[in-house]
């Protein structure tokens, strides 16, 4: 029953290649976010969906692509698949409002 | 442009003693202003939050300080313990956009 849940856990895959990465949210949440986090440790904003519009859409190359099928899910699309595409993706969760955010887990994503 | 800075990158402290992480932000339009810690291989957890109309917010050994005139806020872990040895990010937030600080690493040495 976790809250948000992301899969896979680890996604190692060769250049050039198409991937995707899911996430769920059981708690009710209106909004789910993918955050880039680096090697560095900081966390980037990509994307965010409301009631299924995408609010903000940050520097983010086109090769990335999220898809909301309903409210409990934010997929995310990645082609082409990049060496610097390399990071740990979160996906997370908030309620209306300025609130916390809930975040998964992580997918680590290495392009070798 | 990094909307939120925070110092120290890292930060050593012995088991007892007061860790402090500062952070301060640009925008006059941010009104949520949460801390997350993070253990190596897991997602951030929010800790602590506070909203600009106090000054302070206590939570057992957690501490968040507000200063709105300076657009600063400062974590400070009170005893702290060897489990409290994560990396801790600030963050400053409005609507549905939040920004994240570059992170703290912090080391509780027993």
């Known amino acids: 029953d976790t809250a948000v849940s992301q899969t896979p856990k680890y996604l190692v895959t060769q250049m050039g290649n198409d991937k995707s990465i899911k996430c769920e949210q059981n708690?009710?949440?209106?909004?789910m976010y993918w955050y880039k986090q680096d090697s560095k440790k900081f966390l980037k904003i990509m994307f965010s969906?409301?009631?299924?519009?995408?609010?903000i859409n940050e520097t983010v190359p086109n090769r990335f692509s999220p898809k909301s099928p309903d409210k409990a899910h934010l997929n995310l699309h990645i082609n082409s698949l990049e060496l610097g595409d390399s990071a740990v993706y979160f996906c997370?969760?908030?309620?209306?409002?300025?609130?916390?955010?809930?975040f998964g887990s992580g997918t680590r994503l290495t392009v070798v | 442009q990094q909307q939120v800075k925070q110092s120290p990158q890292s930060l050593i402290v012995q088991k007892g003693g007061i860790s402090i992480i500062n952070c301060a932000y640009e925008?006059?339009?941010?009104?949520?202003f949460p801390w997350y810690q993070q253990f190596p291989g897991k997602g951030p957890a929010l800790l602590i939050a506070i909203r600009p109309d106090v000054s302070e917010k206590k939570e057992g050994r957690f501490t968040i300080s507000f200063n709105k005139s300076a657009k600063q806020f400062s974590l400070h872990i009170m005893d702290s313990q060897p489990g409290d040895s994560a990396t801790y990010f600030c963050?400053?937030?409005?609507?549905?956009?939040?920004?994240f600080g570059a992170g703290t690493r912090l080391t509780v040495k027993p």
């Open positions: 969906y409301n009631n299924k519009e995408l609010i």
């Open positions: 708690l009710g949440h209106d909004t």
């Open positions: 925008n006059t339009a941010f009104d949520y």
């Open positions: 963050a400053a937030s409005m609507a549905d956009d939040m920004r």
């Open positions: 997370a969760s908030s309620p209306t409002g300025n609130y916390g955010y809930t």
